[in-house]
């Protein structure tokens, strides 16, 4: 199946520093790639939906200027959370879709802590 | 907008019984739904999906089913093995590019 790679999967910082996080598709291009945002033992939730070579569309609550996303490749999507405090801290996930059916692959995650 | 919902949030069975989780959705035209499983520190893996023009589909030990009159999908685990333990996501898109809603997860937990 499609293989999406996430990049750091682990990273820690510190308060007030920008974190940028890479998502690629590896063997297949992906017009549109989601991020997600996950709390210990919740559901994924859907911070934005980034669209190749125009500006990715935020869930509602999502500060777009926090979670700077952009998608500047059919390969590659990146979320930059800038100034980043502890309430910050989360599993971010990736995710494109394979095909024009709409079959959905997503990356590792990225544990990220804020210190 | 598409709600889904799953239950139970979570599960128990003993090794080599059978795991049944249920999910139900609300937009009818919702055609696609796939499953997925997520282990501890990694992003969900697809495990198996079926779509509004098939009723049921099966892979091995993993079966899905789908009633679309009564907008209710289900995941069979025949055969459960440890290695099955893990959090499952039910979901639900209309298809093409469209975003997919998830369901709350299920934690399956298969003691040996």
């Known amino acids: 199946g499609a293989v999406v790679s996430q990049h750091p999967s682990r990273v820690i910082c510190k308060s007030g520093t920008s974190v940028k996080i890479e998502c690629r598709s590896l063997d297949f291009q992906a017009t549109t790639m989601f991020w997600y945002r996950q709390f210990p033992k919740q559901s994924l939730m859907l911070m934005a939906t980034?669209?190749?070579?125009?500006?990715?569309?935020?869930e509602q609550g999502v500060e777009k200027d926090k979670f700077l996303i952009n998608h500047a490749s059919l390969t590659l999507s990146t979320l930059t959370v800038t100034s980043a405090h502890p309430e910050d801290s989360s599993f971010y996930i990736c995710s494109a879709i394979g095909d024009a059916d709409g079959e959905l692959f997503f990356g590792e995650g990225s544990r990220l802590t804020v210190l | 907008g598409e709600n889904v919902e799953q239950h139970p949030s979570t599960l128990s069975v003993q090794e080599g019984d059978s795991a049944v989780i249920k999910c139900t959705y609300s937009?009818?035209?919702?055609?696609?739904f796939p499953w997925y499983k997520q282990e501890l520190g990694k992003g969900p893996q697809l495990i198996i999906d079926i779509r509004s023009n098939v009723g049921e589909k099966k892979d091995q030990r993993i079966a899905v089913t789908l009633n679309k009159t009564a907008k209710h999908f289900s995941l069979h685990i025949t055969e459960t093995q440890p290695e099955d333990s893990a959090v499952y996501f039910c979901?639900?898109?209309?298809?093409?590019?469209?975003?997919?809603?998830f369901g709350i997860g299920t934690k399956l937990q298969v003691i040996p």
């Open positions: 980034s669209n190749e070579g125009s500006k990715a569309t935020y």
């Open positions: 979901a639900a898109s209309t298809g093409g590019y469209q975003k997919v809603t």
């Open positions: 937009d009818s035209a919702s055609n696609y």
